[in-house]
């Protein structure tokens, strides 16, 4: 710890004493707000030096202050933005006005008066009464130097809102990114349900799960995946249209766009197909970027990108041929599909299983390649266990995955009900596991016999949260738009 935060600690400290010595209360209770720093900009744009006759009131955090003779200027910040602040000791007591030397960068206070423009044309609040509400005993960070480290901000997530007005924004554009999905939804007749975080068995995706105990049942139980089987299970009990935004866990590796613990939307509607899937895919991002961005043009890493529907539509299997010169069907040759891979600096080719190196060549040749909006349809069945096969060709399967900006934002299937098609598919998942994939999907009995009870055609689609809001906020890492993203433990040290 520097010699300069231990003289800053030290006098916030004594400030505080001094405050309670006087009898005030470093961390007051309910103050009464009737206005924002943005109310306050726009009902008074016109206004001139003559203050207001009307008095407002409004609460926030101190982030300057500037001391002319007897007159104190300050800046003030609330959620919707700053608005600066004239104490002068003309206009406030004299035993008040002597407070503000107490008062520190970083307190949250509460003030009255009249909004007015200084001869320089700044709006500002002509101050007759503050409180403090909350001491700050901690220094913000340096204004220009302070905050910048992405680790750092992640792990103090607290300081980067308050320091970076533009991160503020990018969480409630997320907000509204939600919101709009969950509105969409409800109109058109899907109902928002909930399932279990905790499950015996981890089904609904391929991916290694995270594990926990329940001491009351004395059970070992798996953190959820997906939601999709129990989503599932609904089309069975009769609803027809559900959907669950959720937290999900996969314990995998950690990159710019996959956490380990991310939000997901799962959506099933029965007696429609990946078609219809499709099209609400489709019928979300459009809707999104209506109501949200104003404009179906964005910009995600020096692309330009326009997410007005129809999207560009094209099979799995004519992209493995134009990137790599193979199509699915020499691909299931191991010899060659490890040949490629190596060639495509894939390491460990030789030891996945098929369906693990098909997704591996994808996502190396193909993926960095789908800029523009494109749905890659017909997965090839050993990828794909809980989606139907194709009428005209069995080895490839109704499903699609939707890539935007160079990585997957969704993935869809026409859902497999046929009980026994689905038994053999597990089954055949568990040979990968035994062969080695730790990804692979589960035998799930009590799903196995909830489909026999008939569940009705239908499509289901998923969509990444997290990668969604990567793109229509152009962040170059999910840590980014996630608020506090799982990290290592370390002392960190904020310098002011």
């Given amino acids: 710890m520097s010699e300069r935060l231990i003289e800053q600690l030290k006098q916030r400290e004594e400030h505080l004493k001094v405050l309670k010595e006087k009898g005030i209360s470093p961390f007051g209770g309910r103050y009464a707000v009737d206005s924002s720093a943005l109310l306050l900009h726009q009902k008074f744009a016109e206004i001139g030096p003559t203050p207001s006759s009307e008095e407002v009131s409004l609460a926030g955090r101190l982030v300057s202050k500037r001391l002319h003779g007897n007159v104190i200027f300050a800046d003030i910040i609330d959620f919707s933005g ?31 008066g009249q909004v007015f423009r200084t001869h320089k044309g700044e709006l500002s609040l002509l101050v007759k009464e503050f409180n403090l509400l909350s001491k700050c005993l901690k220094p913000l960070p340096e204004k220009w130097h302070g905050l910048k480290d992405p680790e750092l901000r992640y792990r103090k997530r607290h300081l980067d809102l308050i320091m970076n007005p533009k991160v503020r924004e990018l969480f409630v554009r997320r907000s509204l ?21 905790m499950n015996i068995i981890h089904g609904g995706a391929n991916a290694k799960p995270f594990v926990t105990y329940h001491n009351a049942l004395n059970l070992e139980l798996y953190l959820r995946i997906a939601t999709e089987l129990h ?37 099933y509607q029965a007696y429609a197909d990946y078609t219809d899937m499709m099209q609400l895919a489709e019928s979300i991002i459009s809707r999104i970027a209506v109501e949200v961005l104003q404009n179906f043009s964005i910009e995600y890493k020096g692309h330009h990108i326009n997410l007005k529907p129809p999207y560009r539509r094209v099979k799995m299997d004519e992209l493995f041929h134009f990137y790599t010169g193979f199509n ?18 894939i390491k460990g080719a030789e030891k996945m299983t098929l369906p693990h190196i098909l997704d591996k060549i994808f996502s190396t040749a193909v993926e960095p390649n789908l800029i523009e909006p494109t749905f890659v349809l017909d997965y090839p069945l050993e990828c794909s266990p809980l989606a139907k096969k194709k009428e005209d060709d069995p080895t490839f399967t109704y499903r699609f995955e939707l890539f935007i900006g160079g990585f997957e934002i969704a993935n869809a299937f026409s859902e497999l009900n046929d009980p026994y098609d689905q038994k053999e598919r597990f089954l055949e998942q568990q040979k990968n596991k035994e062969a080695g994939d ?48 799982t990290l290592k433990p370390s002392p960190v040290e904020i310098h002011p």
């Fill in 177 to 197: 990114i939600i919101k709009t999905i969950r509105n969409y939804l409800d109109s058109i007749g899907f109902y928002e349900v909930e399932t279990p975080t």
């Fill in 438 to 485: 730790e990804d692979a999907h589960p035998l799930d009995e009590d799903f196995l016999e909830a489909l026999e009870y008939g569940m009705p055609p239908a499509g289901g689609m998923g969509i990444g949260i997290d990668r969604l809001v990567m793109l229509l906020t152009d962040s170059s890492s999910i840590r980014e738009v996630i608020l506090f993203p």
């Fill in 82 to 112: 700053k608005i600066q602040l004239y104490f002068g000791v003309n206009f406030l007591d004299k035993e008040k006005f002597k407070l503000l030397k107490y008062i520190d960068i970083g307190d949250i206070i509460g003030v009255k």
């Fill in 328 to 345: 699915i069907s020499k691909l299931r040759d191991r010899n060659i599909s490890t040949q490629v891979a190596q060639k495509l600096g």
């Fill in 231 to 267: 989503l599932k299970r609904l089309l069975v009990g009769g609803f027809e249209r559900v959907y669950e935004i959720g937290r999900v866990f996969r314990n995998e590796g950690i990159s710019t766009i996959h956490n380990p613990e991310f939000t997901s939307l799962e959506v």
